[in-house]
């Protein structure tokens, strides 16, 4: 493994993360079906240029091992900033090693340099659903809400 530093894509590369879009969408059984990358591009592609996002990657190599995107919005009852997370991923292989919790720490301390309030995880259900709800309890986070789809 050669893993990279933790970098903040661009605008120009975000279409590297149509591997991690398609992995993730497959194992979660994402509500909306298929991972589009003109889509995704077309979206973040605003937010990262905006500078309302990052999106932070770690690399094995060429190959994007994790991800974790991110928007920093105001409250909509208080209007601080708050830093949400809007989708976080790794390849299957780095689990266990550390990565995802380096893209954790940058975007906690992202947050805390753009001055953020408070700071939103989430999770879908999966089977990794309460290692994560452990992380983020170890971390100082606490369950605020459930959410419902359909």
Known sequence: MQ?????????????????IGNEFTSEVNYLLG????????????????????EVFVIRDGNRIAAALGSAFVPDAFSGRLTACEQWWYAHKE?????????????FESESAKRGCKKIIMAHLITPQAEKLEALYTRRGYKALEKTFGK
């Open 3 to 19: 893993l990279s530093p933790i970098e903040k894509l661009t605008v120009d590369n975000l279409h590297e993360l149509e591997e």
């Open 34 to 53: 298929k991972f589009d990358i003109s889509e995704f591009v077309k979206i973040w592609g605003p937010v990262i240029g905006s500078g309302v996002g």
């Open 94 to 106: 780095y689990r266990g090693a550390g990565i995802a919790c380096r893209l954790f720490d940058a």
